[in-house]
């Protein structure tokens, strides 16, 4: 059995890999191939779906339950502030920079090495499910998603992202409501009409002000947040209609379609979703993987970011080496360190549910 420390240089090498290789959202097929090839050197059978690639362990057994563990090689463009060649390795003072390095690179490489840790063992008492997922970084249908409606169905799942080794245990949703007001055209310098934008403002109020009835013990209260509005074509017409959009991050007691409902209650505007496809998410403290992570010392948190968890109807955990501070950051990078530790912990983390 190759040791740990083999792993972990294995892993270091294989994100050098990624990072030299773009994969932008949606241009993932290089980085797929990467990974293809990469299993397939190690022995192991891989499917591809779509710029998702996906394995399972070698004795896999379907009357087990399935662990999925789940990580992206996609990444956003580079920050325009980069003073380093964003798709070049480079090792500098203990850090490993690169575009895509901690977002969500080392996730991802150390996830690989866990997986193949144990892959080869025949006594295991669940299946696993690996998949290095595509389209994570703009919420695509072709990621995740579409890989979800073919693997093995799952009993949960660890979602690898920078969170300094901490145990996200509840996620935000989003929706993007495109809202209008509606009123009568009229001229302005005579009692004419009904100004849209008036009847707007009273709903931009409730916005600002509302509190749902319940807050959750990790993410608190639902937040809204109009952030763009429109209206009018000249000034000496009242306008007959203000559009606005609001940013809805959804908490894990309310699903998204049960905020949709209390919000079309209380206003008086249309209210019409973008998608209501990305649910908050959450797992119970008591289970055994969160139990696993609490006894490694692990902190317990709230996330207000959006992972792949959002898509997901089973329960899940966002954890991983990095910091999401550095995500989407000029000069991205991760500690080597920060590798070493991921791969040990993600090994621990599932001995602790063997």
Not at 75 to 96: C, H, M, W
Request: aromatic residues 8%.
């Amino acid at each position: 059995m190759i040791d740990i420390a083999q792993r972990i240089e294995d892993s270091t090498s294989l994100l050098k890999g990624l990072i030299e290789t773009q994969s932008f959202s949606r241009e993932e097929d290089q980085t797929a191939q990467l990974l293809v090839d990469y299993f397939q050197q190690h022995g192991i059978a891989t499917e591809r779906i779509g710029n998702n690639v996906v394995a399972y362990n070698r004795f896999e057994d379907p009357s087990k339950p399935y662990v999925l563990l789940n990580s992206h090689h996609d990444t956003v463009k580079p920050n325009p502030g980069y003073s380093k060649d964003p798709f070049k390795a480079i090792v500098e003072d203990g850090k490993l920079y690169g575009l895509g390095s901690n977002d969500a690179g080392g996730c991802l490489v150390s996830l690989i090495a866990a997986f193949r840790f144990f892959y080869d063992r025949d006594d295991l008492p669940f299946n696993l499910c690996l998949v290095a997922s595509s389209e994570e970084e703009v919420s695509g249908k072709g990621g995740l998603e579409e890989a979800y409606k073919h693997i093995k169905p799952c009993e949960f799942a660890i979602i690898g992202e920078p969170t300094l080794l901490n145990l996200a245990v509840a996620e935000k949703g989003l929706m993007v409501l495109d809202c209008e007001a509606a009123g009568k055209s009229g001229h302005a310098a005579r009692e004419e009409g009904e100004n849209a934008i008036y009847n707007a403002i009273e709903d931009i109020n409730w916005f600002q002000n509302y509190q749902f009835p319940k807050q959750s013990d990790f993410l608190g209260p639902v937040k809204m947040s109009v952030t763009m509005i429109e209206a009018g074509s000249q000034h000496n017409v009242v306008p007959a209609s203000c559009k606005f959009v609001v940013d809805v991050r959804t908490t894990d007691v309310y699903s998204n379609l049960e905020v949709l409902e209390m919000i079309r209650q209380h206003v008086k505007s249309s209210v019409e979703p973008r998608s209501t496809r990305l649910n908050p998410s959450s797992i119970s403290i008591d289970h055994p993987i969160v139990q696993s992570g609490k006894s490694l010392g692990k902190e317990l948190y709230g996330s207000p970011t959006m992972s792949d968890q959002a898509i997901l109807n089973i329960p899940s955990i966002k954890t991983g080496p990095g910091d999401s501070a550095r995500s989407h950051t000029a000069d991205e990078f991760i500690y080597l360190q920060e590798i070493n530790d991921g791969v040990r912990y993600y090994i621990d983390l599932l001995k602790g549910i063997l």
